[in-house]
């Protein structure tokens, strides 16, 4: 070993990160410019808001150092001269709030969004309540924060999936803001640049790789996605994204499905494993326009052969939804995965008995489930609505310039599905209270 080069760059090594650490100590909070236009905008926000007199916003750091430093930055130009209280949380530290301490994790968020967190029954004594949170990824997913309406990423993370899983704790059912806003702090660097940082980093790991034991590479998994991730970053910089659209490539049918997970999870840990629930469950629930459920059936299927190739137009293959209304049009169709979800959550929120008014409708026009003939030619309409769609995308699919999905699968009707449970919205006998 070459001892002597390997001081000197030890040495050269050294006189770098002292020159660097004296840089740094020149950026002073009121010399950095990022600092000062995020309190710009947070500012703007409170005196302009978009929603009545919704003053709240939601900053995300992914950095707890960063996350703090924000909050000891903010606390004198928000709280002490305009009365605006702040909230941090991160997953390092113990939660802090400019109301003062013994606040807890569950508590500051509650005191963030009072309505989502259900404030009234949790901590009815309590008064105060938070304007601004701070926070890292440590929230980033499963919390509900729909309270607010303006979110912001002072720092861009290299996956945009967590972005959008940022974006999520405000975008949802339940919110009553008419608009939410997001705002991204972009580097100060092209975004080619911000990428290619990445690829150079992951090249060298892949050299270190090969130099040492093989099993070293703790980017492997992630390294042949650069480019993917650059198209996906640059949709979030330069267009304005549809959340819903399965087809944007940001593979935005998969960011909110996490919530749906944590659901399901906190459902079985209550109530126990469903894997042996037996098939052809169903449930009842009135119409409710206003929330999008109109009279039909929403349909839970199961394609019967499970090697068959995942089809990229439905995330949850082997399984599969479809909403009818009762005149057989498709409501909602199997590519639409969030959507349906979010109308099945929010179809019996709240609601632990089944709902008379709507499930004596159902029995009376079933004679109490013996003719479920009806539902039969539902069904089969849906499972024919379903392949008609597959096919139209999978020709669609020819002519979009990449791998085609024709020929990869093909459905030829009900015998390739079974069906797992589903869903009956119907006109309720009489009014619901509440």
Same mark, same amino acid.
């Given at each position: 070993?070459?001892?002597?080069?390997?001081?000197?760059?030890?040495?050269?090594?050294?006189?770098?990160?002292?020159?660097?650490?004296?840089?740094?100590?020149?950026?002073?909070?009121?010399?950095?410019?990022?600092?000062?236009?995020?309190?710009?905008?947070?500012?703007?926000?409170?005196?302009?808001?978009?929603?009545?007199?919704?003053?709240?916003?939601?900053?995300?750091?992914?950095?707890?150092?960063?996350?703090?430093?924000?909050?000891?930055?903010?606390?004198?130009?928000?709280?002490?001269?305009?009365?605006?209280?702040?909230?941090?949380?991160?997953?390092?530290?113990?939660?802090?709030?400019?109301?003062?301490?013994?606040?807890?994790?569950?508590?500051?968020?509650?005191?963030?969004?009072?309505?989502?967190?259900?404030?009234?029954?949790?901590?009815?004594?309590?008064?105060?309540?938070?304007?601004?949170?701070?926070?890292?990824?440590?929230?980033?997913?499963?919390?509900?924060?729909?309270?607010?309406?303006?979110?912001?990423?002072?720092?861009?993370?290299?996956?945009?999936?967590?972005?959008?899983?940022?974006?999520?704790?405000?975008?949802?059912?339940?919110?009553?803001?008419?608009?939410?806003?997001?705002?991204?702090?972009?580097?100060? @660097?092209?975004?080619?640049?911000?990428?290619?940082?990445?690829?150079?980093?992951?090249?060298?790991?892949?050299?270190?790789?090969?130099?040492?034991?093989?099993?070293?590479?703790?980017?492997?998994?992630?390294?042949?996605?650069?480019?993917?991730?650059?198209?996906?970053?640059?949709?979030?910089?330069?267009?304005?994204?549809?959340?819903?659209?399965?087809?944007?490539?940001?593979?935005?049918?998969?960011?909110?499905?996490?919530?749906?997970?944590?659901?399901?999870?906190?459902?079985?840990?209550?109530?126990?494993?469903?894997?042996?629930?037996?098939?052809?469950?169903?449930?009842?629930?009135?119409?409710?326009?206003?929330?999008?459920?109109?009279?039909?059936? @929403?349909?839970?299927?199961?394609?019967?052969?499970?090697?068959?190739?995942?089809?990229?137009?439905?995330?949850?293959?082997?399984?599969?939804?479809?909403?009818?209304?009762?005149?057989?049009?498709?409501?909602?169709?199997?590519?639409?995965?969030?959507?349906?979800?979010?109308?099945?959550?929010?179809?019996?929120?709240?609601?632990?008995?089944?709902?008379?008014?709507?499930?004596?409708?159902?029995?009376?026009?079933?004679?109490?489930?013996?003719?479920?003939?009806?539902?039969?030619?539902?069904?089969?309409?849906? @499972?024919?609505?379903?392949?008609?769609?597959?096919?139209?995308?999978?020709?669609?699919?020819?002519?979009?310039?990449?791998?085609?999905?024709?020929?990869?699968?093909?459905?030829?009707?009900?015998?390739?599905?079974?069906?797992?449970?589903?869903?009956? @919205?119907?006109?309720?006998?009489?009014?619901?209270?509440?």
């Amino acid at each position: 070993m070459d001892t002597i080069s390997w001081r000197k760059d030890l040495s050269n090594d050294r006189e770098t990160l002292r020159e660097l650490v004296d840089a740094i100590d020149q950026v002073t909070p009121e010399h950095d410019r990022k600092l000062q236009r995020l309190k710009q905008e947070i500012l703007n926000k409170i005196q302009n808001p978009i929603n009545g007199d919704n003053k709240k916003v939601l900053l995300f750091s992914a950095f707890a150092d960063t996350a703090n430093y924000l909050y000891r930055e903010l606390q004198p130009a928000l709280s002490g001269r305009r009365g605006i209280e702040l909230g941090l949380v991160t997953g390092s530290t113990r939660p802090k709030t400019t109301l003062g301490d013994g606040y807890d994790f569950q508590k500051v968020l509650t005191l963030f969004s009072p309505q989502s967190k259900d404030k009234d029954l949790v901590f009815p004594n309590e008064s105060a309540s938070i304007d601004v949170l701070i926070g890292t990824d440590c929230i980033s997913e499963g919390q509900n924060l729909q309270d607010c309406d303006y979110l912001i990423n002072y720092d861009i993370h290299w996956n945009p999936v967590r972005i959008i899983q940022r974006f999520g704790r405000i975008d949802r059912i339940g919110s009553a803001n008419a608009t939410i806003q997001m705002v991204n702090f972009w580097p100060d @660097i092209s975004l080619d640049e911000y990428i290619n940082l990445k690829e150079r980093v992951e090249n060298r790991m892949v050299i270190a790789d090969l130099a040492a034991t093989a099993d070293d590479n703790l980017l492997t998994q992630q390294a042949g996605d650069t480019a993917f991730r650059r198209e996906q970053l640059r949709k979030l910089q330069d267009e304005i994204l549809e959340l819903e659209d399965a087809n944007t490539g940001v593979s935005i049918t998969d960011l909110g499905l996490n919530d749906f997970r944590m659901d399901l999870l906190s459902y079985m840990e209550t109530y126990g494993d469903i894997a042996s629930a037996p098939k052809g469950l169903h449930a009842v629930v009135p119409a409710d326009p206003a929330k999008g459920l109109q009279p039909g059936v @929403i349909f839970a299927l199961r394609s019967v052969d499970e090697q068959v190739k995942v089809n990229r137009h439905n995330r949850l293959h082997p399984h599969y939804l479809v909403y009818l209304g009762n005149d057989g049009d498709v409501v909602a169709d199997h590519t639409e995965v969030k959507a349906l979800l979010d109308l099945i959550r929010s179809s019996a929120r709240g609601r632990i008995e089944p709902i008379a008014p709507a499930f004596r409708v159902f029995n009376a026009a079933t004679r109490e489930g013996v003719d479920m003939s009806a539902y039969s030619t539902l069904l089969n309409q849906a @499972i024919g609505s379903l392949i008609d769609v597959t096919e139209q995308r999978d020709i669609d699919s020819l002519f979009a310039g990449a791998r085609t999905t024709a020929l990869e699968q093909s459905f030829a009707g009900l015998d390739d599905f079974e069906l797992i449970a589903f869903l009956a @919205i119907v006109e309720p006998e009489e009014p619901l209270r509440g």
